[in-house]
């Protein structure tokens, strides 16, 4: 009974292709689609909906908005590798849907709305935001790659050659060539500074056993 009362209030049918009004602004024709926000956050995730109708213009507001924040704040939790796609994937379905609409008009017969379509918003990636999180993650794979290269020359291995920190006097070194100024050699690299009978470093837990060469300031940790 409240479905016919309804039905014969609004003065239009509850089915056919036309019955659905905008949920933003109230135009027609609009379609029922949903689109998905995926925040990753190491140990925080969200996945939410944003529910329609929505016109052509709303929808495509809408979804431009939940893609770029998907892309911007959802890659950084080991769920995103399946969550942040499966948005992608509805919003993209999504899009095509809205983009199938005709122009968004005020219902015939109703007093015209207040409100109007959502204007354009920035295409996804023609904002800056949209790059950065993608952008640092490949600098962030390039350096991971550079440095467990094989072929990369490793600097911190026995034989290798030590700078000293002479400007703060830490117990700091920084690993160099052995053709360019250097104060110690590394001897040998032990899990306790107990295991170095002379001076050392340590790096990352490990111990870099050194010899001074000649000429050189006083090395640190000296036993």
């Known amino acids: 009974m409240t479905d016919l009362i309804d039905s014969q209030r609004t003065g239009r049918p509850e089915t056919g292709p036309d019955r659905l009004d905008c949920a933003v602004c109230g135009h027609v024709p609009a379609a029922g689609v949903s689109f998905y926000r995926h925040v990753g ?43 942040a796609p499966l948005a992608f994937i ?6 095509r849907t809205v983009l199938a609409l005709a122009k968004p008009v005020p219902r015939a017969g109703q007093a015209a709305s207040n409100l109007a379509p959502l204007p354009p918003t920035r295409p996804v990636f023609r904002r800056v935001k949209s790059w950065l999180a993608p952008a640092f993650l490949v600098a962030l794979v390039a350096v991971a790659a550079l440095v467990n290269d094989p072929s990369a020359e490793r600097l911190n291995v026995v034989g290798g050659c030590v700078e000293i920190d002479t ?12 053709d360019e100024p250097h104060d110690a050699v590394i001897t040998s690299i032990e899990t306790s500074y107990e295991s170095c009978a002379g001076a050392y470093v340590e790096q990352l837990y490990r111990y870099y056993c050194l010899d001074a060469v000649d000429g050189a300031a006083p090395l640190p940790n000296a036993r």
């Open 167 to 178: 400007f703060l006097r830490a117990d700091t070194a920084d690993f160099v060539r052995c």
């Open 90 to 95: 509805r919003n993209l379905r999504g899009r």
């Open 41 to 83: 956050l190491v140990v925080y995730v969200r996945f939410t909906r944003v529910q329609g109708p929505f016109c052509r213009d709303c929808g495509l507001a809408r979804m431009r908005d939940a893609t770029a924040e998907t892309i911007t704040s959802g890659l950084w939790s080991p769920v995103s590798v399946v969550l």
